[in-house]
């Protein structure tokens, strides 16, 4: 088969084109390089989407030879590479563009051998001085790093070439670290050079919003107060914190998920049209959204925001360790693994309309959606049966499914077959993998390939990421000063009693995804 006749390696349905670069991943013995950038890279590779010449220099405390790095990572695409074939041709080629320079952070050595390391690739591998900078490590790395780039004069090159620098999540733990660090940054990078990170911005179907909006004209002029009840966005995971304890311990779900990508769909569904789909007019109208969001008072907290945390419990006969069990956390934590909110926007658009967001790890099931509920049909002259037109089985409902089926449903009423007037809600269906019948990128591949050529709309910017912060302040500073009645879930369950006393207190109930 040539690429082009098979659509998994077809470059042409990408529009754009890497340019000759290389990428230096701080962090390169972590988890993230060996679950998701390796394995991004080589399905980039797969599909030709490469430049040749393309090179990765990896950082990190651990010694390891170049050889070692390479096995490593060949390895880690051999596990984390779903659905893409492992090809030694392919694997081998960008092989030999991997290299690894171990070094300490806080050592300015650690950033001259990286500038020869450099260079030397410079000139083997032609990248023609472009370099993008890929920040992966412990946060309270990042200003270290970001200093030592600067200190050894390797943000701002000559020659036309260019340097840029992604920087992971978590973007601080709260707002005051979440400035200090926006406050670091432009010591050594102009914003137009920074990339801060949201994977949620880059998987298909949160782009797919955008598209769903704003390339059809028949939902938007529904896409409001008059026609919408309430929003609901839920991001269940069933795994626990899968031997992230100590850093789990001390994020907790509100800041792990709602705090970032959470709000950031939640600026999705939510924003103005963009007059353009590009990164300075979409990310204004995200972030004049997260802006509009209403800030809570203390009290108000108390009844908008619901903190959960599981405990053990038997699932299919197979026994479930609590939260405090897990390794490394305290048997005393105060942690938040489930976090439910209510958020409202002081706007036209969205006035007295709430946002339901939910985020829990070991529920029931993996899937993340949201669910716009759209209001009863202001008068109904035919009988409904049992339909209940307060609850989630109500008509008019539209679900948009991020994963793991990711699709679109429309439920609306229906007449029953058969003599009378009864109506059953039914749902008109939109399955991604069904339509088009190809691999979507994962979010990692989208965002490198979107960092490579330059283009940040799918990243966050400096405003949004302190906005959404200040929003889930008085949250956190509520949360910090109470002590929560924990474990008050059981692993496996859809989250806390009281988060549905949250949502029955204005009539409404979580829907069942
Ligand atoms: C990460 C969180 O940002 O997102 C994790 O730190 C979470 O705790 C993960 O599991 C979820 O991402 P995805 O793409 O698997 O839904």
Redesign the pocket.
């Known amino acids: 088969m040539t690429p082009s006749s098979n659509p998994f390696r077809d470059a042409t349905r990408f529009e754009r084109r890497v340019r000759p670069c290389a990428l230096v991943i701080f962090g390169a013995n972590g988890d993230l390089t060996k679950r998701k950038l390796i394995p991004a890279l080589y399905r980039l590779a797969y599909e030709h989407r490469l430049p040749p010449g393309f090179a990765v220099v990896g950082n990190s405390r651990t010694e390891m030879t170049h050889e070692q790095f390479r096995d490593k990572m060949r390895e880690a695409v051999l596990e984390f590479t779903e659905e893409t074939p492992f090809e030694e041709k392919i694997w081998n080629d960008l092989a030999t563009g991997l290299y690894y320079d171990s070094g300490d952070l806080k050592d300015a050595g650690c950033y001259t051998r990286i500038k020869a390391r450099l260079q030397e690739i410079e000139h083997s591998r032609q990248t023609g001085g472009n370099i993008l900078f890929y920040l992966s490590t412990q946060p309270s790395h990042y200003r270290a790093v970001i200093h030592g780039l600067g200190v050894a004069n390797l943000a701002k090159p000559g020659n036309g070439a260019w340097r840029r620098i992604v920087v992971e999540?978590p973007f601080g733990h709260d707002l005051a670290s979440a400035r200090e660090l926006d406050d670091a940054i432009p010591r050594v990078f102009n914003e137009e050079q920074v990339y801060r990170i949201d994977?949620?911005l880059g998987?298909e179907t949160v782009q797919n919003i955008l598209a769903f909006r704003f390339g059809n004209s028949i939902f938007e002029p529904l896409w409001n107060r008059n026609y919408i009840s309430s929003v609901q966005i839920t991001?269940a995971?069933s795994?626990g914190?899968?031997g992230?304890g100590a850093y789990?311990q001390e994020?907790g779900a509100l800041r792990?998920?709602i705090q970032?990508?959470l709000l950031q769909i939640m600026a999705t569904v939510a924003m103005e049209p963009p007059a353009a789909f590009e990164a300075q007019t979409v990310r204004d109208e995200r972030a004049k959204l997260l802006r509009s969001i209403r800030p809570f008072t203390h009290d108000e907290v108390r009844l908008n925001a619901v903190a959960g945390q599981y405990g053990p419990c038997r699932v299919g006969g197979q026994a479930l360790a609590g939260f405090r069990e897990e390794s490394g956390v305290n048997p005393e934590a105060q942690t938040d693994t489930y976090a439910a909110v209510t958020f409202t926007v002081d706007n036209w658009r969205w006035a007295g309309v709430p946002f339901y967001i939910r985020s829990g790890?070991r529920m029931t099931k993996r899937v993340?959606d949201i669910a716009i509920r759209f209001h009863s049909a202001p008068h109904s002259p035919f009988q409904t049966g049992n339909h209940d037109s307060a609850s989630w089985a109500g008509p008019n409902l539209l679900v948009l499914r991020v994963?793991p089926e990711e699709g679109i449903t429309l439920r609306f009423l229906s007449k029953l077959p058969g003599s009378g007037m009864k109506l059953r809600p039914v749902e008109m269906d939109f399955k991604y993998g069904s339509s088009f019948g190809m691999r979507s990128p994962a979010?990692y591949e989208t965002l490198l390939v979107d960092a490579l050529t330059g283009d940040a709309t799918l990243y966050t910017r400096r405003d949004m990421v302190e906005a959404s912060w200040e929003a889930v302040h008085p949250i956190m500073e509520v949360w910090q000063n109470t002590k929560k009645e924990f474990p008050n879930y059981e692993a496996g369950s859809w989250g806390p009693k009281a988060s549905d006393e949250m949502l029955g207190r204005r009539g409404h109930s979580w829907r069942v995804p």
């Open positions: 999540k994977h949620y998987k991001a995971e795994i914190v899968e992230r789990y994020a792990d998920m970032n990508h790890k993340t994963q979010a």
